[in-house]
């Protein structure tokens, strides 16, 4: 059964730094893309940064020179390296993987982590 674990999230002011880890089980690992999105309440799940099977990266806008996406194959793991957080960052990230190419739609993925926080604050 394919499992997508995140960890990592948490409490940070601005301008501080997390680095989220999305653990991945069940799957052929370099056949598959890897994404991370993002929720906070009352708003829509929104595309973060997602790498391809052939290491190809895209990355929002919003956080463009901030994050930076990465996978690591020996250890079945996609990281999110977040830089310069603000508050507008703060949100459930979510890991999801789908087969060879990166993608910003949600819709395109079909297997999904529970999440993990981060907030952004004061």
């Known amino acids: 059964q394919v499992q997508l674990v995140e960890s990592g999230g948490g409490l940070v002011q601005p301008g501080g730094s997390l680095r989220l880890s999305c653990v991945a089980s069940?799957?052929?690992?370099?056949?598959?893309?890897l994404g991370w999105f993002r929720q906070s309440p009352g708003k829509e799940r929104e595309f973060v940064a997602a790498?391809?099977?052939?290491?190809?990266?895209l990355k929002a806008d919003s956080v463009e020179g901030r994050f930076r996406i990465s996978a690591d194959d020996a250890k079945n793991t996609v990281t999110l390296q977040m830089n310069r957080l603000i508050p507008e960052d703060t949100a459930v990230y979510y890991c999801?993987?789908?087969?060879?190419?990166?993608?910003?739609?949600?819709?395109?993925?079909?297997?999904w982590g529970q999440g993990t926080q981060v907030t952004v604050s004061s």
């Open positions: 069940g799957l052929p690992f370099s056949a598959f893309a």
């Open positions: 790498i391809g099977s052939g290491g190809k990266r």
């Open positions: 999801a993987a789908r087969h060879f190419r990166a993608s910003k739609v949600d819709k395109d993925y079909e297997f």
